[in-house]
């Protein structure tokens, strides 16, 4: 008699849902080329705290690849900043980042091709003082340390910037951090860039919002060590809309002692913001209303007609 064997191979439904946008040039990849028409603005600014060429031996020093230009403007543009094992620039802007359709805004690395990705988590902030990092994912193996032969897969890494190669930028949405406690999500005005440690070392090595140890190419004691910063492009901002928008809005007075006027046409929405991102006023109006902060401390706000963002300041 025959024997027939059935094997089932059972798969884990975290597998099957734990593959992420493939690298560039194939389908279903996220990478947004640096000259694409979504891209309205670039950094305009940053400062920076450059981390180590070999974070195990810090006698070798710092890195030396970049200048005060290198991560303004246009990708592929000024060169680079190499920020070292876990060093961080922060990048500002002309106007905030706002929470739109899609991806808001893309960072840019200079990896030479799909498979050496050197990686970088992403913060955005307010103020400038409290961040909110992008939960970032990595399913790389951590049992062979890559190196500078590395062989890595984009599909297994998520929210991580230097997912893609040069001129490509790894895409972010804002409305992954909806809920974050102190983000104003009109008004982002800062880009944090802080450098993963890929060393599978658990006492060196950066980990992933699940706490896995993220593998990426170390050591690179060189003079460009670490994520190699290029350039964050802007998608979405409160600028976009402004000039139409500002045809058919008037607030007055700016600068007020405690109450703005609003005049716009028709039905409208109105929201106020404090600069962390507290809501204070949400209400709609037709035509004209007044926005009384008189009962708030002086400093700057922001007033949000339509899903537009303006800075009002209040001198009471």
């Known amino acids: 008699m025959n024997r027939i064997v059935v094997y089932i191979l059972l798969i884990s439904p975290f597998l099957l849902k734990s593959q992420f946008a493939p690298c560039v040039g194939l389908p279903g990849t996220t990478a947004i080329a640096k000259d694409s028409s979504v891209f309205k603005a670039w950094a305009s600014g940053y400062k920076a705290s450059l981390g180590w060429l070999d974070i195990a031996n810090k006698n070798l020093g710092k890195p030396t690849i970049g200048d005060n230009i290198s991560p303004i403007g246009l990708a592929g543009t000024n060169g680079v900043l190499s920020l070292g094992d876990r060093g961080e620039a922060i990048l500002t802007f002309d106007y905030p980042i706002s929470n739109g359709v899609g991806a808001d805004f893309a960072v840019f690395e ?27 994912t990595s399913l790389s193996d951590t049992i062979v340390q890559f190196d500078n032969n590395a062989s890595m897969d984009a599909t297994k890494l998520n929210n991580l910037a230097g997912k893609y190669k040069a001129n490509y930028g790894t895409p972010f949405d804002l409305e992954e951090l909806k809920d974050s406690v102190g983000l104003n999500m009109h008004a982002i005005t800062h880009v944090k860039i802080v450098d993963v440690v890929g060393s599978i070392n658990p006492m060196l090595g950066s980990r992933d919002a699940k706490n896995n140890l993220i593998n990426d190419p170390y050591p690179t004691p060189y003079p460009s060590a670490g994520f190699d910063l290029d350039a964050v492009g802007v998608i979405n901002s409160d600028a976009l809309g402004l000039e139409e928008a500002t045809i058919n809005v008037s607030i007055f007075p700016n600068p007020s002692q405690g109450v703005f006027t609003i005049n716009v046409f028709g039905e409208n929405r109105v929201e106020v913001y404090t600069l962390i991102g507290e809501k204070l006023v949400d209400q709609n109006f037709i035509d004209t209303t007044k926005v009384d902060l008189i009962a708030f401390p002086k400093g700057m706000y922001f007033i949000v007609i339509n899903g537009v963002g303006y800075k009002v300041m209040l001198e009471n």
Request: glycine share 4%.
């Open 110 to 136: 200079n990896s030479f091709n799909n498979t050496f990705l050197e990686l970088a988590f992403v913060e955005v902030s307010s103020d400038g003082v409290h961040f909110v990092r992008f939960p970032a």
